[in-house]
């Protein structure tokens, strides 16, 4: 099964991510984390995928379908996947299809995490993610056990620069410019299923492995 989870920045994709791909058993591809990952490298890709990062603006769509389409072509993607932060534009979503259709394959299922503006500012100047594997905590919401290290993996949890307060304002802006048409593409293909975010995290999981079948 191939699944995308859509919604704004801090709806809480991340968190849900690990727990939709368990159920699936198929791997979770993050963009956000994977540039994230490239930047910590100071690979060439992370050196211009951070110019726009730090902005709190998307990283060309070229740039972007190629990395995704990479990793989706690895042997491990072969049986789903559940997509965390892909596509954010309707060129990527249409890129991702045409590829997919070569391969008699699509996307089963886009599952929308709906939470408002409020929320997603509060959620934001309270998250945490680890150094180590990029999992999300909240400092009020969803705390480590051991202050500021992460659960999973003992590594480090710092606060993202695009979660100052000035760039979560302009991601929310380029979400609802760029991403939010997405909603209606998928609803358009009938694959669309709307989440309430706002509830907590364990309802929200039990909500969308619901959505799936
Ligand atoms: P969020 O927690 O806001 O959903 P992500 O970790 O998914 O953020 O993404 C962080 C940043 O990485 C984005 O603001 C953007 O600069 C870049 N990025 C991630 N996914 C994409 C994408 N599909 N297209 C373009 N840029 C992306
Ligand atoms: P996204 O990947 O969509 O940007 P995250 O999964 O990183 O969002 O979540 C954003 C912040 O909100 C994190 O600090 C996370 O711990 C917290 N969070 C996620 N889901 C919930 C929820 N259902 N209720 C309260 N806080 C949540
Ligand atoms: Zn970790």
Request: with cysteine; glycine share 10%.
């Amino acid at each position: 099964m191939r699944v995308i989870l859509l919604g704004p920045p801090g709806a809480g994709k991340g968190t849900q991510a690990g727990t939709v791909a368990a159920h699936l058993g198929v791997p979770h591809v993050a963009t956000g984390d994977i540039f994230r990952e490239n930047v910590g490298q100071g690979t060439e890709l992370g050196t211009l995928a951070k110019q726009y990062m730090n902005q709190g603006q998307l990283v060309p769509d070229d740039v972007t379908i190629a990395m995704v389409l990479e990793r989706m072509a690895r042997p491990d993607c072969a049986s789903g996947v559940v997509l965390d932060g892909f596509p954010r534009t309707t060129a990527q979503a249409e890129a991702l299809d045409g590829a997919l259709a070569t391969q008699d394959q699509a996307i089963d299922r886009a599952l929308l995490i709906d939470v408002s503006e409020q929320e997603l500012v509060k959620r934001l100047s309270g998250r945490r993610v680890c150094r180590g594997c990029q999992r999300p905590y909240n400092l009020t919401e969803a705390p480590s056990k051991k202050d500021g290290i992460c659960d999973e993996c003992g590594g480090e949890l710092e606060q993202r620069a695009d979660d100052a307060p000035d760039k979560v304002k302009v991601r929310i802006q380029v979400y609802t410019a760029q991403t939010a048409p997405l909603v209606g593409y998928y609803e358009n293909k009938g694959t669309l299923r709307r989440v309430n975010g706002e509830q907590p995290i364990e309802l929200v999981a039990r909500e969308l492995v619901a959505a799936l079948v």
